[in-house]
Nanobody, 122 residues
Framework: QVQLVESGGGLVQAGGSLRLSCAASGRTFINNAMGWFRQAPGKEREFVAAIRWSGGSTLHADSVKGRFTISRDNAKNTVYLQMNSLKTEDTAVYYC???????????????WGQGTQVTVSS
């Protein structure tokens, strides 16, 4: 099994920044892909960004491209989501996910964290 624990959420004003962290433990070697998703009230959970442990290739959703950056620290088994120029529409619960292959869909990931709330005020 793989355990994922997110941290770093909170309340921030529009235009501000936050950095989310996702610490992975357990059988982390079986997963090569990590992703960030978010779910706003009344909406479906949507893809934000993904990264591969090996090679470090990344993918960002168009809605966050240029503002959010996903990165990883292999030694710490931790993935980060740096969020800059935050907008009120970025308000959501942010989830970390892991899988052997990954992708941009919810069904592409096997393991999920409990989520961390990000609230952006105007």
């Amino acid at each position: 099994q793989v355990q994922l624990v997110e941290s770093g959420g909170g309340l921030v004003q529009a235009g501000g920044s936050l950095r989310l962290s996702c610490a992975a433990s357990g059988r982390t070697f079986i997963n090569n892909a990590m992703g960030w998703f978010r779910q706003a009230p009344g909406k479906e959970r949507e893809f934000v960004a993904a990264i591969r442990w090996s090679g470090g290739s990344t993918l960002h959703a168009d809605s966050v491209k240029g503002r959010f950056t996903i990165s990883r620290d292999n030694a710490k088994n931790t993935v980060y989501l740096q969020m800059n120029s935050l907008k009120t529409e970025d308000t959501a619960v942010y989830y970390c996910a892991a899988d052997r292959f990954g992708g941009t869909e919810n069904r592409d990931y096997t393991y999920w964290g409990q989520g961390t709330q990000v609230t952006v005020s105007s």
